[in-house]
């Protein structure tokens, strides 16, 4: 093969572990399922709800923090379980942070959610 078919088979096989990657964390984590279902919850409310331009960017941003915070938050989990298969206090410090991480992810997420839903909401409510 020629280095430009090999260099697209390694960019090819990146993807192709990158969405292995994306499933095992669907597959094995809770919260990660519920950020999703939230997330299909959102996007069609957004939707529905005409957002504007700005407001889809903000959601799409805090979507995408929650997302790679919980990712992050997988593999710190693997990666400290590998290296500390016994209980440590380090190793739960660490596991505790990127919780923690993911939580304020998730808390930042809410509360622009909140911004751009609760007036529309209130005023649908209102009538």
């Given at each position: 093969m020629n280095r430009v ?46 957002v504007s331009a700005g ?62 839903f609760l007036p529309r ?7």
């Amino acid at each position: 093969m020629n280095r430009v078919v090999m260099k697209c088979h390694k960019r090819i096989q990146s993807f192709r572990y990158a969405f292995q990657g994306l499933a095992d964390a669907i597959r094995t984590q809770a919260n990660m399922r519920i950020h999703l279902a939230a997330t299909a919850v959102v996007l069609p409310l957004a939707w529905l709800l005409n957002v504007s331009a700005g407001e889809w960017l903000a959601l799409i941003l805090v979507i995408g923090l929650v997302l790679c915070s919980e990712a992050f938050n997988t593999a710190l989990e693997y990666l400290t379980d590998l290296v500390s298969p016994h209980q440590h206090p380090l190793a739960g410090k660490a596991k505790d942070a990127a919780a923690a991480a993911v939580m304020l992810a998730a808390f930042t997420a809410a509360v622009v959610g909140g911004i751009i839903f609760l007036p529309r909401i209130f005023r649908f409510l209102a009538g």
